[in-house]
């Protein structure tokens, strides 16, 4: 997909940046890989 380390590296730091600004508004009624 990401033929650049580097460009899949910041593809996989802004999802988990994404997801932990996120984190409050897990409500504990899915499953964690559900809600990502």
Not at 14 to 35: E, H, I, K, P
Request: glycine share 2%; aromatic share 12%; charged share 30%.
């Amino acid at each position: 997909m990401m033929n650049n380390p580097a460009d899949a590296d910041d593809v996989v730091q802004d999802a988990f940046l994404s997801a932990y600004r996120a984190r409050d508004r897990f409500r504990g009624d899915a499953q964690v890989t559900t809600w990502l």
